[in-house]
């Protein structure tokens, strides 16, 4: 019995754990940039939170509607909706759903990608599997799936040797 509920929980967990790295390895793989949703400009289509995944594309084959990733200074990227595009002159002008008023002209060298698609609240996972908390987390996980795995063979052995002494003490 206790080998079933180990074996069911380690399993569980291994899923979870295969299932994450899934998420976030193979659209990497796959060419996609993912980047974490930190504020509710596009809100309600891309909740705060989410994971969304970004492909490089031709900055004149945007159109309006599309959903853009573009350079702000230094490491800092936006996520919105194109509501103009201007091929000739080379720029595009965004704004985000929840917003009331257009980001500007974004010139097309600053266009990151367009983004493909999103996953709601994974974006928190990305985030903090990067520090010091979600690496104990990942440790402590793996730790756990060894020891659901192991804790029935020894638990196993202690009662095989019980059953072994037992018969010698009656016979005493």
Not at 1 to 17: D, R
Not at 54 to 63: C, G, N
Not at 114 to 133: E, W
Not at 140 to 146: E, F, Q, R
Request: hydrophobic letters at 45%; charged letters at 20%.
């Amino acid at each position: 019995m206790l080998q079933k509920i180990c074996g069911f929980f380690s399993t569980i967990l291994m899923v979870v754990l295969l299932a994450l790295a899934a998420v976030l390895i193979v659209p990497v793989i796959l060419g996609y940039t993912e980047l974490a949703v930190l504020t509710g400009s596009m809100q309600p289509t891309i909740p705060v939170g989410s994971l969304i995944y970004v492909k490089e594309v031709e900055p004149s084959t945007l159109q309006v509607g599309d959903v853009v990733t573009y350079q702000l200074e230094g490491d800092t990227m936006v996520t919105h909706r194109v509501v103009e595009v201007n091929p000739d002159e080379g720029y595009l002008v965004t704004q985000g759903d929840a917003n009331e008023d257009p980001d500007g002209q974004i010139t097309f060298d600053r266009i990151v990608g367009k983004m493909d698609f999103h996953l709601p609240y994974l974006g928190y996972i990305s985030m903090n599997i990067r520090t010091k908390t979600g690496i104990f987390a990942i440790c402590g996980t793996l730790i756990a799936i060894i020891l659901l795995t192991f804790i029935p063979e020894i638990f196993s052995n202690d009662e095989e040797e019980e059953e072994k002494t037992e018969p010698a003490k009656k016979q005493n």
